[in-house]
Every structure is written in C-alpha cells, then in structure tokens.
C-alpha cells in the first residue's frame, strides 16, 4: 500500500514542481495589469491562488523525489517508514499553513510567508489530503509487514 501510494505521490509532487517553476514566481505585490487582471501567475485556476514560490517548487521536487526512492527502490518497510514520515511532514506544513493562512493580505499588500513558503488555501488543502494518506498509507504499510509470514 505505501509503495502505491509513493509512486502515485511522486508524479503528483514532480508535476506540481515543475509547473510551479515554469509558472515562475508570483508578484508579492497587489496590482492589476492594463486590462484589469490581477497580478499573479497564469499557474493560478479561476481565481483559486496557488502561489507557488521557487522554494515551494524546489520542495515539491525533493518530496517528488523521496516519495520516488520509497516507490520504487526502497524495500517495503523503508517505503511504509518513508511514507509515513513524509506524511507527518505534510500534515505539519497543512497546520502551518492554516495558522499563517496566506490569503489574508498583510499591511503594505503582502501576502505572509514562512521560510520563502506562502500558504494559500489551496495548498493547505493539498498538503492535508496528501499527508493524511502519506500516513494512512504508511501505517497500512507497517501492518502488511507485521502480518506478512517470517
């Protein structure tokens, strides 16, 4: 179950990476454009601000990157204890995120950020689903281990 779950969270966290570094990074300032557009990064939906940062980006690549080693080369319980941990990571990142929450503007139009990461409520979001199932997935993992026969 965690090796699913590392290889499924390693394409997510490379994708995500990759589009948050091509999108570039987000103008710190309010503003608006000529025609009346918002200033920000065409990686934003509709509206939802995404608000990728190139640390942001680079730690999307890194987790890619664990996620990849437990998904693929790790043996099963390193791949549960991996999942795991990189879950715990997330779920901390989400509680984080949600006590600074980004989408409140500070004083002089700029929007908070801990250690170069903004966290928008999208990306709360997306660090809370993705760490819960990084330890559900995890500990499901260490059971297959301890029920498999020696």
């Known amino acids: 179950m965690a090796r699913s779950y590392a290889q499924l969270a390693a394409v997510v966290f490379f994708v995500t990476g990759l589009v948050g570094l091509v999108a570039g990074q987000p103008s710190h300032h309010l503003g608006l454009h ?4 918002p200033i920000g990064s ?3 939906f509709d509206g939802v ?3 990728l940062t ?3 980006d680079a730690l999307n690549l890194v987790i890619a990157g664990v996620f990849a080693y437990a998904g693929w080369r790790a043996p099963n319980r390193d791949a549960a204890l991996i999942a795991l941990g990189a879950g715990a990571f997330l779920l901390a990142l ?3 995120g949600f006590i600074v929450s980004d989408d409140d503007l ?5 929007h908070p950020s801990v250690a170069g990461l903004r966290f928008p409520l999208a990306i709360n979001i997306f660090d809370l689903v993705t760490g819960v199932l990084g330890v559900l997935s995890g500990l499901g993992g260490l ?5 498999a026969p020696a």
């Open 94 to 96: 989400a509680v984080i």
């Open 106 to 110: 500070l004083a002089g139009g700029h």
């Open 42 to 44: 065409w990686a934003d």
């Open 143 to 147: 059971e297959e281990e301890e029920a």
């Open 54 to 56: 190139y640390v942001r």
């Open 49 to 51: 601000a995404l608000h």
């Open 34 to 37: 000529g025609a009346g557009q």
